[in-house]
């Protein structure tokens, strides 16, 4: 690499070796040409994150954007199962993996389409955690090369619970990121979604908003709401942190089978009423675009 010709951002730093200074560079340049990052993210697991990050990248796609879905659960990677990819490995041209495209035209990587054993248990420690997400993003072609200035107008990371290593790893590499939290009502969940927001101001990421999920069941006999885990949550933390809140989405019980399918509920359930409920909460976040 010619060192002469880098801006001063990516001028090698003193203690780096040559793998890692040609990796930041890479990354950079990837983020370079996407136009968006947004980090899906929540304190609390089981709070339906990945299906929302999902049906977020297939209704930006539908909407005519460029969009990317990184999944950088290495533990429990749902992506690939959701966006119908399940038991597909990514292809690869040169040293560069080349996305998956899923339902919307929506580019997929994920690090179970990596592992040619779905069985297997990643067993992996922070820095390689680190060190694989920040060759998922700058060793991937998210573009055709076609010249225009950006790859992908929007990059969607779905990420594990917690803050932990992986939203730490995004928030350090991915500047300029926004994030979305997801939590269901009930304050076992909205008290980890709290110190996730506060994560997220430590670190300087803007939040775009708070949906609150699983706010209900639809009865399958009546179409009225049961509410299994209360209801409000998500709108009072949203207003006690003063972050937007985006609304709330009751649970319907075909989206198990539909996730279990590969085939998001923007797409394969439009009249139900937890589908309308996520367009409304995604409106704020295409009028972004």
């Not at 560079?25 to 040409?33: E, I, P, Y």
């Amino acid at each position: 690499m010619d060192e002469k010709k880098l801006s001063p951002r990516d001028e090698r730093r003193k203690g780096e070796d040559e793998k890692q200074w040609t990796l930041r560079v890479a990354v950079n340049r990837s983020l370079d040409r996407i136009k968006r990052k947004l980090l899906v993210f929540s304190g609390k697991g089981g709070v339906g994150k990945s299906t929302v990050a999902a049906n977020l990248a297939v209704t930006l796609g539908l909407a005519g954007h460029r969009v990317g879905l990184l999944d950088i659960d290495f533990h429990g990677p749902s992506i690939p199962t959701l966006m119908g990819l399940a038991g597909r490995l990514l292809d690869v041209d040169g040293d560069r993996a080349v996305p998956l495209v899923g339902p919307g035209g929506v580019k997929v990587v994920s690090i179970g389409l990596l592992i040619p054993d779905a069985d297997q248990a990643m067993i992996w420690r922070g820095p390689l955690k680190m060190g694989v997400i920040n060759q998922l993003i700058g060793n991937t072609r998210w573009g055709e090369d076609d010249g225009e200035e950006f790859d992908l107008d929007w990059l969607i990371i779905d990420s594990p619970p917690g803050t932990g290593d992986e939203p730490l790893s995004i928030a350090q590499t991915v500047i300029g990121a926004q994030g979305l939290l997801v939590t269901t009502p009930q304050m076992l969940s909205t008290d980890d979604v709290r110190r996730s927001i506060g994560f997220a101001r430590k670190v300087g990421m803007t939040v775009v908003g708070v949906i609150e999920n699983m706010a209900g069941l639809v009865c399958p006999h009546c179409g009225g709401n049961i509410d299994l885990f209360k209801r409000g949550g998500g709108e009072k933390l949203a207003g006690e942190l003063d972050v937007p809140f985006l609304g709330s989405v009751p649970l319907d019980p075909r989206a198990v089978e539909v996730g279990d399918s590969g085939k998001p509920m923007v797409l394969s359930l439009p009249d139900s009423p937890a589908t309308k409920a996520l367009l409304a909460a995604f409106k704020p976040i295409l009028d972004m675009a």
